[in-house]
């Protein structure tokens, strides 16, 4: 592993992060240099590398998450401004662990679920997964449901996101809240979205 990958990931130690009641170990800290979208080439191993090739950057946003996934305590995802289009064939970034993404505030990132003519969801928490996100914008994403996030097992924290023109066929375009979710939103307007018969911002089956 080289230094500039090897620098990607920042140990904390014992410091710790309150996640809802729970006080949970702080993890490591990747930060996203990347605006191509790829996965890890080797998940697990404490480097956020996708291999890029053709440009200085190796860390992309899908990479950092894979890597978070399968780290202990909760890691955290620096983003910086710019539109990170997903593949549609790598399709949405999945949550499965505790995660924290976090957007510059001063111009947030957009994640956007269109390339091309093809378009996916653009987050799923599931699994027990824990995520929190600050200052992204989530655009452009489509599924059956739950088109921008969805929610089905484990809780999403969204601080100052903006959520527009996503859909679904079912419902949930912005959001999907599943039975066994739990959504909490701050500051976070939602509008533009479509979700074919219910709800096209919100389709709460959850917790909100």
């Keep these: 592993m080289n ?16 996640l809802g009641l729970a006080i949970v170990p702080l993890g490591f800290t990747f930060q996203v240099d990347s605006l191509t979208d790829a996965p890890d080439v080797n998940p697990g191993d404490q480097a956020c590398d996708a291999g890029v090739t053709g440009g200085a950057g190796r860390c992309t946003l899908r990479a950092a998450v894979m890597e978070s996934n399968v780290a202990s305590g909760i890691d955290t995802i620096e983003v910086p401004s710019g539109i990170y289009n997903l593949d549609p064939n790598l399709g949405p970034l999945i949550i499965t662990s505790e995660v924290k993404i976090q957007g510059a505030a001063a111009s947030r990132p957009i994640l956007d679920g269109m390339n091309g003519t093809l378009r996916t969801r653009l987050i799923h928490v599931s699994g027990g997964g824990y995520l929190v996100a600050n200052h992204l914008i989530i655009q452009n994403g489509f599924s059956q449901v739950g088109g921008g996030i969805a929610v089905d097992e484990g809780t999403a924290e ?21 039975s066994k979710g739990t959504v909490k939103m701050w500051r976070s307007p939602i509008f533009h979205n479509r979700g074919g ?12």
């Design 158 to 178: 969204l601080n100052d996101l903006m959520i527009r023109d996503n859909g679904s066929f079912t419902g949930g375009g912005g959001v999907i809240i599943s």
């Design 197 to 208: 018969a219910f709800g096209g911002g919100i389709l709460n089956q959850g917790t909100l």
């Design 3 to 18: 230094a500039s990958v090897r620098a990607q990931a920042r140990h904390h130690g014992l410091d710790t992060f309150l």
